[in-house]
């Protein structure tokens, strides 16, 4: 078992409303990447926040944002939910340069 | 940017025997590092073996041991004396800078 927490663990929403999806991260580890997992997909990159400063994003349109607080544990937010972003959403905590990184159980997000 | 491929969409093996799960990746990067991840039913992804690709010895973790040919650019996972807890999504993934690139996945069955 990882430190690495999310939550929730299942959500529905409706198509247009937001969500805000969390994560803990292990403790020791500065920095937090989150990834969207479609059905019978690999992970792909969202974004990556170090020292709670954005440090790298993916192909992913503005209104999916984030925060990193100073306990390093971090939010993800969904404005304007569509349909295709159903997915599991999954954070990982690591070090900056990798020596560790450990995955959270992961969101799944239904959007209907 | 990287690609990580994942050639064997579907594995099977006899439980107690070894298997052999394939990836290659591509990347231009000097610096990187390796991992392979197994994600159950559950979906967390857990991380079975991490390898830093300036090291030449080959990465083991107890039954499960790597395969590195860097010249090659390949990184295959042999699972040794194959347990029905191996049973799950196998994740190939290579890190640079702020990501993790991951291939499709190999699903991974263990037939008693």
């Known amino acids: 078992e990882t430190g690495v927490t999310q939550s929730p663990t299942h959500l529905i929403k409706t198509r247009g409303q937001q969500v805000t999806l969390r994560c803990s991260s292990q403790?020791?580890?500065?920095?937090v990447s989150w990834y969207q997992q479609a059905l019978g997909q690999g992970p792909q990159f969202i974004f990556q926040?170090?020292?709670?400063?954005?440090?790298g994003r993916g192909n992913f349109p503005p209104r999916f944002s984030g925060l990193q607080f100073p306990n390093y544990s971090s939010e993800l937010n969904v404005n304007a939910l569509e349909l295709d972003d159903s997915a599991l959403y999954l954070c990982?905590?690591?070090?900056?340069?990798?020596?560790?990184?450990?995955f959270g159980q992961g969101t799944r997000l239904t959007v209907v | 940017a990287q690609t990580v491929t994942q050639s064997q969409p579907e594995m099977s093996v006899q439980e107690a025997e070894t298997v052999t799960l394939s990836c290659t990746y591509d990347?231009?990067?000097?610096?990187?590092?390796l991992f392979w991840y197994k994600q159950p039913p559950s979906r967390q992804m857990i991380l079975v073996i991490r390898?830093?690709?300036?090291?030449?010895q080959n990465a083991t973790e107890n039954r499960f041991s790597v395969n590195f040919q860097k010249a090659a650019k390949s990184f295959s996972l042999k699972i040794s004396d194959s347990q029905l807890g191996d049973a799950a999504m196998y994740f190939c993934?290579?890190?640079?800078?702020?990501?993790?690139?991951f291939g499709t996945g190999t699903s991974l069955t263990v037939i008693p």
């Open positions: 990982a905590s690591s070090h900056i340069d990798w020596t560790e990184a450990f």
């Open positions: 403790s020791g580890h500065n920095t």
């Open positions: 926040y170090y020292r709670e400063e954005e440090n």
């Open positions: 990347t231009s990067e000097s610096d990187y590092y």
């Open positions: 390898q830093e690709a300036y090291k030449q």
């Open positions: 993934a290579s890190v640079s800078g702020n990501q993790f690139y």
